[in-house]
């Protein structure tokens, strides 16, 4: 007599999977607890140096100049004490653009932008290439993205006239260097950052706030390092890997972006006077269920696709979309740095993303359905509708293409240290391609032959 179970056997099997199951909520909880340890012990600091910037403010009455030399120090302090000596890099390079600008201001009105956004660049992978050491560099990479993102908006604004002078010394190194989006970003306008400086607000729904987004950012992280890498086997089909390997990379950019949300809520960045948070850096929803590629690049990274579409997208356009699509996502790859891997998939997206945009556009003018890349803003004019049959079959089919893009791209993101400190080589981006047979490659050229023959 075995009790509730009708034959021994099944018994064993019950007792094998109670096995499993506690072994499995023991490995999540081995994994997860020293994760959200140091998830939380890199949090602290960011949000200790962001508080104390907010408190002061809204405590004490300080001129202009004066919260952004505030802003300037904290942010200082907050860069050393994260990244140790090589923010002399960072704030070596805000303090040569900043002269670079004023040079350039005296000698001409137009071109500041354009200059001043190659000699960035080109100072970036000067010291790629030339100076610094592969672990500093991986280090301090998005650290100087970020600042080199702040200078290049400042130089193209000077040149459409968006301010009434030029920003005087303290004012441009405390929005280059602002704690808030010093370390993670995102990237944010002067304008904005100068409007949130002055923004004053007392309400216990700001510490509500932080502490959900710091929940949501834990969250995420467990899922990259603990949850994602163990549902799937590595035994199991190469596409499931695949898949597995980006989805866990998908969720550490998660992580970074909430966790960037987080440093600009303590500094009072992204509120309104209620504390309702306006600030929204990426939404997952968007990525892992995606319509099209079209709407991963919007949603991947908001503030900085708003950037590349405002400074570089739209002044390219003149010279046709494709074009201004190819320098968008050259300029995108060059501010990550010489690194082929991330090149390979900025421009692979670029590529991918503009023929299923026409594609797309080809098929809903022929069959009347309302399948385009970005769902119809108002009123549709497509016979068949979004709620449509025919219209679900055809956007869950391109939804399906798109999830397997993102696995294909997403699968040479190595999890290893040692791999990302040094650099993703070239051999170690083909490979992981061609074991998947250049799939999405050889797929949207077949998609591209059929959109010119259509």
């Known amino acids: 007599m075995i009790g509730m179970y009708d034959t021994y056997e099944e018994a064993m099997d019950m007792e094998e999977d109670d ?6 909520w023991t490995y999540i909880f081995m994994c997860g607890e020293p994760t959200i340890y140091e998830g939380l012990r890199f949090a602290k600091d960011l949000i200790i140096a962001n508080i104390l910037l907010r408190l002061i403010i809204q405590s004490v009455v300080l001129p202009h100049n004066v919260r952004h030399s505030l802003s300037l120090v904290i ?49 970036l992978l000067a010291c790629e290439v030339y100076v610094l050491n592969p672990k500093m560099w991986q280090q301090i990479r998005g650290v100087q993205m970020i600042a080199a993102m702040k200078i290049i908006s400042v130089a193209i604004e000077l040149d459409r006239d968006l301010y009434k002078c030029m920003l005087n010394p303290v004012e ?28 004053k607000f007392l309400s216990k729904r700001w510490f509500k706030i932080i502490f959900i987004n710091l929940f949501i950012s834990m969250l995420f992280l467990v899922l990259s ?85 405002n400074y570089v997208f739209k002044t390219c356009q003149v010279y046709g979309q494709f074009t201004a699509i ?25 590529t991918f993303s503009y ?15 309302c399948c385009l890349a970005n769902p119809c803003v108002k009123q549709c004019d497509h016979k068949y509708k979004k709620n449509s049959v025919l219209t679900i079959f055809i956007n869950a089919l391109f939804s399906l293409i798109t999830v397997i893009h993102l696995a294909y791209l997403g699968v040479m993101f190595e999890a290893s ?14 490979s992981k391609w061609e074991n998947l047979n250049y799939f999405s490659h050889g797929f949207v050229a077949f998609m591209y032959i059929i959109y010119i023959m259509m």
């Open 19 to 24: 096995q499993y199951t506690e072994s499995t």
């Open 75 to 123: 942010g200082s302090f907050l860069l050393y004490y994260s990244i140790g000596p090589a923010f002399i890099w960072t704030v070596g390079l805000a303090t040569g653009a900043y002269i670079l600008i004023i040079l350039l201001s005296c000698i001409m009105k137009k071109f500041r932008g354009l200059i001043t956004s190659l000699s960035v660049i080109a100072f």
């Open 172 to 199: 441009f190194g405390g929005y280059v260097l602002c704690p808030a989006n010093c370390i993670l970003g995102p990237w944010i306008s002067f304008h904005t950052y100068n409007q949130y400086l002055e923004v």
């Open 225 to 309: 390092n603990c949850v994602v890498p163990w549902y799937i086997d590595e035994e199991t089909t190469k596409w499931l890997v695949a898949y597995r390997d980006a989805q866990a990379f998908r969720m550490s950019h998660y992580f970074v972006s909430s966790l960037s949300v987080v440093s600009m809520i303590s500094a009072g960045f992204g509120l309104t006077n209620d504390c309702h948070s306006e600030l929204h850096v990426t939404k997952p929803i968007f990525i892992e269920l995606p319509r099209s590629l079209v709407q991963v690049v919007i949603y991947w990274n908001m503030p900085m696709h708003q950037w590349l579409k």
């Open 326 to 350: 190819l320098v968008t996502y050259a300029v995108s790859s060059l501010l990550h740095g010489l690194n082929f891997q991330l090149s390979a998939v900025l421009l692979s997206i670029g």
């Open 355 to 369: 023929v299923e945009y026409n594609f797309r556009s080809k098929v809903a003018l022929a069959l009347e359905v």
């Open 417 to 430: 240290f040692s791999v990302q400190e040094s650099g993703y080589s070239f051999y170690h981006t083909i």
